[in-house]
């Protein structure tokens, strides 16, 4: 199983981004999704999940009414607007087993920095 983020980058307060992470060697449909997040000196943080069918999600409080998850076939994409300089951080996509229990596994994350 193989996960790859793209689209971060370096962007000023109030604008957007809209990561992407595409899945390949294992069957998308089966597998909740989700965002992390890891800033220098801190610990990784959930940002947001989604369900294997795509009909639940959830936030994180920071980022709430700011991000959207979502997902097709074989993506899962984290659209982020407003962003702040604390959203500043390496962005993790992860993929846990729905019908089973499983380890979570990881891609190699995207860099997000937010500064003026």
């Known amino acids: 199983a193989q996960l790859t983020e793209s689209g971060g980058g370096s962007v000023q307060p109030g604008e957007s981004l809209r990561l992407s992470c595409a899945g390949s060697?294992?069957?998308?449909?089966?597998?909740?999704m989700s965002w992390h997040r890891q800033a220098p000196g801190k610990e990784r943080e959930l940002v947001a999940s989604i369900s294997n069918t795509g009909s639940t999600t959830n936030y994180a409080d920071a980022v709430k009414g700011r991000f959207t998850i979502s997902r097709d076939n074989a993506r899962v994409y984290l659209q982020m607007n407003n962003l702040k300089p604390e959203d500043t951080a390496v962005y993790y996509c992860?993929?846990?087993?729905?019908?089973?229990?499983?380890?979570?596994?990881w891609g190699q994350g995207t860099q997000v920095t937010v500064s003026s």
């Open positions: 060697g294992f069957t998308f449909k089966n597998y909740d």
């Open positions: 992860s993929g846990k087993a729905a019908l089973w229990v499983g380890n979570p596994f």
